[in-house]
């Protein structure tokens, strides 16, 4: 798959196991960072080129399929990439407050869908047991 190596559209990508994958950043690509469940969508698809660095963290999600009838080996073609943080040694799910926001926004939500916008607890009943 000589002439896919020279695209230079075409990176290696290792994965947390150790596996190298040949990762084609496909033209309809998006990125975006990492975001807490009660936070709007953070878009990063511009900033991809400086993002991407050796030993950066990223969960890319794309097809995985054969580079073509003469060849052996495979491509993944990524379709979507979502950065944990802006940096190699920089996560957002380990700031101060990350984990209390993402169990309030849980919380919050299960209210809502459960009471809606005005709680009345007046016929609100439940039974909790060891069985649960």
């Given at each position: ?72 080996d495979y491509l993944f073609e990524a379709k979507s990439m979502i950065f944990p943080g802006k940096d190699n040694d920089s996560f957002r ?40």
């Amino acid at each position: 798959c000589s002439t896919w190596q020279e695209q230079t559209y075409c990176r290696g990508l290792t994965t947390s196991d150790g596996r190298t994958f040949r990762v084609i950043l496909g033209v309809n690509l998006f990125a975006k960072m990492i975001i807490n469940l009660n936070e709007p969508y953070r878009d990063c698809t511009g900033q991809i080129g400086m993002l991407l660095k050796e030993g950066q963290m990223v969960f890319v999600y794309g097809i995985y399929y054969p580079c073509g009838k003469d060849c052996d080996d495979y491509l993944f073609e990524a379709k979507s990439m979502i950065f944990p943080g802006k940096d190699n040694d920089s996560f957002r799910f380990e700031e101060e407050n990350w984990w209390p926001e993402q169990a309030r926004s849980i919380a919050n939500f299960f209210i809502k869908a459960q009471f809606g916008d005005d709680i009345n607890y007046e016929n609100y009943r439940t039974t909790i047991s060891l069985t649960g």
